[in-house]
């Protein structure tokens, strides 16, 4: 059983049958279809070089650039954070450092008026010297401990959320 070429106007009998396709087309058919088929690749060909072309010469420096300066602008407002943190950290230090020591102060101030009372009245009982010698004792041990360590302090390492920052494609 013989076979039509494909193209409805060729009146031919198939010769060959297309393997790229599985089409039946008579020689003449064949060979333009072949000649497109040829075409068509050459202009893929020429295409994908062009393709290539622009990627040679592609300057991601300038695709990027505003998102390197949006990451740079999050670097800063990272560190400022950070240094605000510091600095409300360093008052608070200070503020627990100077609150002990007028602690402190206050016990010594009442010492102070009570042994001036003594040296005034010229009356003190044994006990009550030897209480204002035990307090004395206790404020220098608090003066060593405030001298090199005056609390525990904590610090955790900071973590950065590695989420935090992302890129879509």
């Known amino acids: 059983m013989t076979t039509k070429c494909i193209d409805i106007q060729c009146k031919r009998t198939s010769r060959a049958i297309c393997k790229c396709c599985s089409r039946d087309l008579c020689l003449q058919h064949f060979w333009q279809h072949n000649d497109l088929l040829v075409s ?3 202009l893929l060909k020429k295409t994908v070089n062009d393709v290539d072309a622009r990627f040679q010469f592609l300057d991601l ?16 407002d990272s560190y400022a954070k950070i240094d605000r943190y510091y600095g409300l950290k360093s008052q608070e230090l200070d503020r627990l450092v100077q609150d002990q020591v007028n602690d402190q102060r206050t016990v010594i101030n009442q010492l102070k008026k009570r042994v ?38 904590k610090i955790t390492p900071l973590t ?10």
């Open 116 to 153: 001036e009372e003594f040296i005034e009245t010229e009356y003190s009982k044994q006990d009550e010297i030897d209480s204002i010698k035990t307090r004395l004792h206790d404020l220098n041990g608090r003066f060593d401990t405030i001298e090199k360590a005056p609390f525990s302090m």
């Open 61 to 76: 420096s300038k695709s990027v650039s505003q998102f390197r300066q949006d990451l740079k602008q999050s670097r800063i």
């Open 40 to 42: 068509q690749i050459n």
């Open 160 to 169: 950065i959320d590695e989420s935090s920052i992302q890129f879509r494609k």
